[in-house]
């Protein structure tokens, strides 16, 4: 299980993207601005094992979250769940 611990503190967000694997699926993390430019953290997930730039886009998918403590704590559900919900990603890395 992903943990909030795992994608790092807020800080790291001001300037970097995080990007992780938990058992088959990978997944990046970023401070992104939405459509009236607040930040908001933008989390994508795909399955592995290979990274962003060379997995297809139609292998992505993304959520948006408010830019706060809650906010991270949401995109780390999120991911959890996604991860719950294609049990075919942690097949994927015993194959």
């Known amino acids: 299980m992903i943990t909030t611990e795992d994608i790092l ?5 001001k300037k970097e993207k995080f990007t992780g694997s938990y058992k088959g699926m990978r997944y990046l993390v970023k401070k992104d601005k939405d459509d009236a430019e607040n930040d908001i953290f933008r989390a994508t997930v795909w399955p ?15 959520a948006t979250f408010p830019f706060t403590e809650e906010g991270k704590q949401q995109a780390v559900d999120w991911m959890n769940e996604q991860w719950r919900s294609r049990s075919e990603w942690g097949i994927m890395m015993h194959s």
Not at 9 to 13: K, R, T
């Open 9 to 13: 503190n807020m800080n790291f967000y």
């Open 48 to 62: 592995g094992p290979y990274n962003f730039a060379t997995t297809p886009d139609d292998q992505k998918i993304s």
